[in-house]
């Protein structure tokens, strides 16, 4: 309702009045809620006031729904004339809370005397019974006035109700006292706070940015370090606030003092604050200690605009400052050369490293990290190890994580071998690479056929103490495998165990692999009844991998055993699963079933490659079901799957075509698919 109703008020205005009859509070509180503009919900607010006739009244949830949205666009007019008329023309009951809402909707645009006209004809006429919320609001709205008079004439008359002060009814009353001038009534009103202890941070942060303002820097400071005390603390904009006055002041030591208090509790300034304790340093004739904020400006704005990827912005302002503000700092250094490294401008952080060590300047640890890990990304195995030789000689770690990177990156493009020269030099320069580093150099060297080198660097890691890790072994397996030398990975997983390691779920996963890839089924089988026992549940990998190897060893009805003890353990079947079941049942002759699970699986939303529509097709030909095998067919071609002139399907969907073309049941549908301009001109 409420989307239609606002469907018809932005674009059929004349057809609202339809809708007047079911007009509700709450309805129209939604709709205004949901309207785009200040001006269409006050539109509709008044076509609602209008519906009288109908029987619709505002209430006060209605009401302070325009008054926020109102409030909150600074719409001063339309605000007062809403609390003008609350009271004159159409009186509303209003809950205390909600009495409360709507003042400081007033209040926060500056009606603070409306606010308590509206307040008193309320109460007056009876169509509220103020509370302590409601007088607390009222209170907020006059302190920002600034009402000094009227606002004590409130909190007086509040008294007389035998309402209990707070601490937000006092917080207004003191901002009052500040703003008015009137310092005396304001320490008092603070002094019964801090005895209830009703003196959070907003409160001594409002006194101490009075103090500054009545030039008494001292109490400030004072107010301010009594807070840190008890473990308040100012925010940030206090903190700028303060600052600003101390210097106004003249009081630059106080607002040095603040703003290394700033720093300290993790607050990062803004270059404006720089630039005005600069200035008071500079009234005072402290150029050391201008030029020294001066340099760490610099810092933070070249910080900044590395951070927004302004990089070259960065470069030329520390060129230019450096000249005239003293050495750069070390962190600054490091924040160009890393983001120069990580634009793969290698020789431009090169030539600030090089820069650094002419000022004096150590490099750390992060400034080399950030050129090795750019000799990396490059694959530049030279410089790689020239720069760890540089390292080893400063006393410092080359990170593992730009290493590993380097060795993946060359297995990646067929340089292995470079890969492992490369971790023989770590070695020789005395750092140890990570495991990782090795398992990714094996698999790279089993990727160019080289698993008896993959082997030797294996053995070597063993005889030098280094113990592989379970990724190792797995990896180093796969390759033994994949060699057909099946017996050498069995042995290794007797290894594993041995070393104290618990084989993984990969582990298993590549040896079921191999044993369904050349028929010893059996011990597939019988593995996975080891990996239920040794707790180590079998993933949806291993499930597809015994049930393509059961159909490949033309056993359907163990594989659909195993995929539904698969289901039934709450292993749920992936894309890749259907298709390997599904292929597999085909190859055993059993496409009717095939098809079933094709359908279960487009009913979970996967969709399956063109080979599993070829392999249904052929297996319902196969079984001389050639109704179901033109749906298959159907299927396919409207699936765009049709293959082409040089595929090796190619030759078994032209029989298909032939055969259909000859059948009476579908040589009809075979017609219309020729008519459609699915099939190709050539077919038979």
Not at 26 to 36: A, F, P, W
Not at 97 to 114: M, N, Y
Not at 224 to 252: A, P, S, W, Y
Not at 276 to 301: F, T, W
């Amino acid at each position: 309702m409420v989307d239609t109703l606002i469907s018809v008020f932005s674009k059929q205005p004349n057809e609202l009045n339809r809708f007047a009859p079911t007009l509700t509070p709450h309805l129209v509180e939604s709709v205004l809620m949901r309207l785009r503009s200040w001006k269409q919900a006050h539109s509709f607010f008044h076509w609602a006031s209008d519906q009288g006739h109908h029987g619709y009244r505002h209430t006060c949830y209605t009401y302070n729904a325009v008054a926020s949205i109102l409030s909150r666009s600074r719409q001063t007019a339309p605000l007062k004339a809403l609390a003008k008329n609350l009271t004159d023309s159409t009186p509303c009951s209003f809950t205390p809370g909600a009495l409360g809402f709507l003042i400081r909707c007033l209040g926060h645009v500056g009606l603070s005397h409306e606010a308590s006209h509206l307040f008193d004809e309320m109460r007056q006429k009876g169509l509220c019974v103020p509370n302590d919320y409601s007088y607390n609001c009222l209170l907020e709205a006059l302190s920002k006035s600034g009402d000094v008079d009227l606002m004590e004439e409130k909190l007086e008359e509040m008294k007389g109700f035998g309402w209990e002060f707070d601490k937000f009814t006092l917080t207004p009353v003191m901002q009052a006292y500040c703003k008015a001038r009137k310092f005396d009534h304001a320490l008092r009103v603070f002094d019964v706070m801090r005895e209830k202890g009703w003196d959070d941070e907003n409160v001594c942060s409002v006194l101490a940015l009075s103090f500054s303002k009545w030039g008494d820097v001292d109490k400030a400071f004072e107010l301010v370090e009594r807070m840190e005390g008890r473990g308040m603390r100012l925010n940030d904009k206090t903190f700028c606030v303060l600052i600003h006055g101390f210097v106004q002041e003249g009081r630059v030591d106080r607002a040095l003092q603040l703003f290394d208090k700033m720093c300290r509790v993790g607050f990062t300034p803004h270059v404006s604050l720089f630039d005005v304790l600069i200035g008071g340093l500079c009234e005072v004739n402290d150029a050391p200690r201008a030029l020294s904020l001066l340099s760490d400006m610099k810092d933070i704005v070249i910080d900044g605009l590395l951070k927004n990827g302004q990089l070259d912005l960065a470069l030329n302002l520390f060129n230019d400052m450096k000249q005239f503000v003293g050495r750069p700092s070390v962190l600054i250094y490091n924040n160009l050369i890393n983001c120069l490294c990580g634009s793969n401008r290698l020789e431009e952080s090169r030539e600030l490293l090089r820069e650094m060590k002419e000022s004096g300047i150590e490099p750390t640890h992060f400034t080399y990290n950030s050129i090795y890990g750019c000799l990396c990304k490059r694959k530049d195995v030279l410089g790689a190890t020239d720069l760890l030789k540089e390292m080893r000689a400063c006393g410092l770690e080359p990170w593992i994580k730009n290493s590993t990177l380097l060795v993946k990156e060359l297995c990646d493009h067929g340089r292995a071998v470079e890969a492992c020269n490369f971790l023989d030099s770590m070695v020789q320069e005395g750092f140890l690479p990570d495991i990782v580093s090795y398992s990714a150099a094996m698999g790279g060297l089993i990727n160019i056929q080289e698993v008896d080198r993959a082997l030797s660097l294996f053995r070597d890691l063993c005889s030098r103490g280094r113990c592989p890790d379970v990724v190792a072994f797995n990896v180093l397996m796969r390759g033994l495998c994949k060699a057909n030398r099946v017996t050498e990975a069995e042995k290794l997983l007797d290894v594993i165990v041995g070393s104290g390691l618990s084989p993984s779920v990969v582990t298993y996963n590549v040896l079921i692999d191999s044993w369904c890839k050349n028929g010893s089924i059996g011990k597939a089988m019988a593995l996975l009844s080891t990996m239920s026992g040794e707790d180590r549940e079998p993933n949806v990998i291993t499930y597809s991998t015994l049930v393509d190897g059961l159909c490949r060893a033309g056993r359907p009805d163990d594989a659909l055993l195993v995929w539904n003890d698969m289901e039934r353990k709450g292993c749920s079947p992936n894309r890749i699963a259907f298709m390997a079941l599904i292929n597999g049942l085909c190859k055993c002759c059993r496409p009717t079933t095939a098809l079933h699970y094709l359908r279960e699986m487009e009913h979970k939303e996967m969709k399956a490659d063109s080979f599993i529509y070829i392999a249904l097709l052929n297996a319902f030909l196969l079984d001389k079901d050639l109704a179901s095998a033109f749906e298959i067919f159907k299927e396919m071609v409207y699936s765009g799957f049709f293959p082409e002139s040089h595929d090796k399907n190619y030759s078994i969907v032209m029989e298909a075509i032939e055969k259909f073309s000859k059948d009476h049941i579908t040589s009809s549908g075979i017609q219309v698919l020729r008519e459609e301009g699915k099939l190709p001109t050539h077919c038979p």
